[in-house]
T-cell receptor, first 113, second 112 residues
């Protein structure tokens, strides 16, 4: 059974700092890995999708990497802004079934002005 | 760009009542997923459909049922509601395969 862990559970940084969020998964037989952002009480916004054959994806100030063999992914946020404050969720879809997502519990990020 | 539409956005029900949640996927997306997110929890997969057929089932109670219609919209029917069913219910859609899943805004269900 796939399990996804995110560290740290919460992170508080000053504005402008670069930061890294970590995600690990137990079963390396994945289709892809997605990073999401969720604001309190709101929906999930897809940030980046990394296919199992890829090593990284970039979108603006965000860069996600994937090391499938070690079961790890990182989300790098450059020059953080107060508007980046949210919960960031990592989710993986596994091979051998539907493309359902298994989520980690998220990292709650606070960027202080 | 069109997004996933869910209705209603908010729903208040009494215990033992029934509820129907609706999901309209992004045009040309053939796969729909339902997830449940309890307070302070991560989203949990309930059920998915591909081309109107159930493709996978997760931790969905027997009191819940779902289907996908010919126009690809999906409905989640929940009966004999319990207090523990209070949660955010998300629908997501994608094209078949390891593609990005796009989530709707969710339906917040409160069972009193």
């Amino acid at each position: 059974k796939q399990e996804v862990t995110q560290i740290p559970a919460a992170l508080s940084v000053p504005e402008g700092e670069n930061l890294v969020l970590n995600c690990s998964f137990t079963d390396s037989a994945i289709y892809n890995l997605q990073w999401f952002r969720q604001d309190p009480g709101k929906g999930l916004t897809s940030l980046l999708l990394i296919q199992s054959s890829q090593r990284e994806q970039t979108s603006g100030r965000l860069n996600a990497s994937l090391d499938k063999s070690s079961g790890r992914s990182t989300l790098y946020i450059a020059a953080s802004q107060p508007g980046d404050s949210a919960t960031y969720l990592c989710a993986v879809s596994s091979q051998g079934g539907s493309e359902k997502l298994v989520f980690g519990k998220g990292t709650k990020l606070t960027v202080n002005p | 760009a069109a997004g996933v539409i869910q209705s209603p956005r908010h729903l208040i029900k009494e215990k033992r009542e029934t509820a129907t949640l609706k999901c309209y996927p992004i045009p040309r997306h053939d796969t729909v997923y339902w997830y449940q997110q309890g307070p302070g929890q991560d989203p949990q997969f309930l059920i998915s459909f591909y081309e109107k057929m159930q493709s996978d089932k997760g931790s969905i109670p027997d009191r819940f049922s779902a289907q996908q219609f010919s126009d690809y919209h999906s409905e989640l029917n929940m009966s004999s509601l319990e207090l523990g069913d209070s949660a955010l219910y998300f629908c997501a859609s994608s094209r078949r395969g390891p593609e990005t899943q796009y989530f709707g805004p969710g339906t917040r269900l409160l069972v009193l």
